[in-house]
């Protein structure tokens, strides 16, 4: 059985991007796969963020994790900061890491020159072998990611291989996994661009949390253009394709048969039903979601997941120290 592992940071509600490129498909990988989900906290600090704030996200999206079907009989959930191994391996990476490729890091790029290297913090330089360590702690063999996080699997097989030729061959080196429909799904307003939770035009995303009457006014209000044709062309007509794409997976239907039922019907109809599809498979989301979020089920999975984590986190990390030769050996006598 091939071992996964998925992180998601704790910074506000997921969209249904995040829906249809992530936790939609992990409940069928939780059936043929070991299956690692983590909160990862310590990344969502790489930025500032209101104590308070972060700790109700952290809640919300572990109990999101479990509203969309991850069971932790099969699979194991728990928040990054409370499995240390985390914090303590990503720091022996960063000593085989190299300046210049952390700084290659499109995120790392981009926050740089927007504030210059003096406004943003060394965690968002180095959280990179941190992300490898959640990932190689676990003898991973495929991260399930989108396409903006390929650059950040490339440099965690990159170290991973680098530690295993320079001390000893113990980490599995991960393959990435990018789902072949609907792994980028754009913004209502701005077709080109990615849909993203931290949009200041709330109308760009459908929030997992939205209620029935914002997910139908956003929907209404997305951009296509002005043919009145509902045809897949992502170049030509990209606002009506991503419509296009989001309501084949909230469906199970593939795009040809929904471009068939469409090609005599307008955009309004169209934007209606698409709305639709979203809304009937958010709601009972939603409500398991509201069951979770403050009970002690909710407690008890999490603190039974970290129990887990820890166990083969620890073995891992143990194998690391005593490759690299840090900490005591211990000989019989």
């Known amino acids: 059985m091939k071992t996964i592992f998925s992180g998601i940071q704790p910074s506000g509600t997921l969209t249904i991007g995040n829906y249809i490129g992530a936790l939609k498909h992990f409940q069928q990988l939780q059936e043929d796969h070991n299956c690692y989900f983590c909160v990862v906290d310590e990344h969502a600090i790489t930025v500032p963020q209101d104590r308070l704030e972060l700790r109700r996200n952290i809640r919300s999206l572990a109990s999101l994790y479990l509203a969309c079907g991850i069971d932790p009989e099969k699979s194991t959930l728990f928040i990054q900061s409370e499995v240390s191994a985390h914090t303590q391996l990503g720091w022996m990476l960063q000593t085989v890491s190299y300046v210049g490729e952390l700084e290659r890091m499109t995120q790392f790029k981009d926050k740089s020159v927007n504030k210059g290297k003096e406004g943003v913090s060394a965690g968002l330089l180095t959280y990179p072998p941190l992300m490898a360590s959640d990932i ?9 990611v989108g396409e903006d996080q390929k650059q950040h699997l490339e440099l965690t097989r990159n170290l991973a291989q680098r530690f295993n030729n320079r001390f000893n ?4 080196v991960p393959e990435v996994s990018i789902p072949k429909v609907g792994a980028r799904i754009m913004s209502l307003q ?3 661009k990615k849909m ?16 029935e009457k914002t997910i139908m006014k956003k929907f209404k209000s997305a951009v296509t253009d002005s043919e009145g044709v509902v045809k897949y062309d992502k170049e030509n007509k990209p606002g009506v394709s991503n419509l296009l794409t989001i309501m084949s997976v909230f469906t199970d239907e593939s795009i040809e048969t929904l471009e068939e039922r469409y090609q005599d019907a307008g955009y309004g109809t169209f934007k ?9 498979v ?5 409500e398991r979601y509201y069951e979770l979020l403050e009970s002690e089920e909710l407690d008890e999975i999490l603190d039974q997941g ?7 986190a ?5 194998k690391a120290k005593k490759a690299m030769g840090i900490g005591r050996a211990h000989q019989k006598r």
């Open 196 to 211: 993203s939770k931290s949009d200041e035009n709330q109308k760009a995303f459908i929030s997992m949390l939205d209620d």
């Open 282 to 286: 958010l709601k009972p989301i939603q």
């Open 190 to 192: 701005e077709p080109t």
């Open 136 to 144: 190689l702690l676990y003898g991973t063999d495929f991260v399930p």
């Open 272 to 280: 209606t039903d698409v709305a639709q599809s979203v809304i009937a």
């Open 306 to 312: 970290a129990e887990k984590a820890n166990f083969h």
């Open 314 to 318: 620890n073995k891992m990390l143990k």
């Open 169 to 172: 061959d113990i980490f599995t």
